[in-house]
């Protein structure tokens, strides 16, 4: 029965430490609110991510990237944030764009080439991200 007596007895010992360090309340400052809020559009739109489809556009790019690998289209939503980020890369292309394409729209089940990236990159150029 000592040791959970000690114990106790050293907890609020140590509480006490710690209050004894404060100066009072008045030193206390509330930390700021932040006063801007961040407007996601505006700061997709400035890095090249279009919004997501909706209706007929939706089914328009569904159908053509289905097109390239039917296989891309079974996680509708996966397949549309895949396309909005590349329409970011295809903004500023380099020389791995359509090796970016087949990463983004491929997994280790189920790998794209570059031949397939180069057709989404078409598709894309068509439906969800034209120039």
Known sequence: MRRPAALLATTAAALLALTACSTGEADVKP???????????????????PPEPTGDARDAYLDAIAAVDPQII?????????????????????GKIDWLAAQRFGNDAHPLTDAQGKALNAALRKTLCPK
């Open 74 to 94: 079974v996680d509708e939503q996966k397949a549309i944030d895949a396309g909005r980020n590349q329409c970011s890369s295809l903004a500023k292309p380099n």
């Open 31 to 49: 930390l700021p609110v932040p006063t801007k809020t961040v407007d996601h559009a505006a700061a997709e739109k400035a890095a090249g991510i």
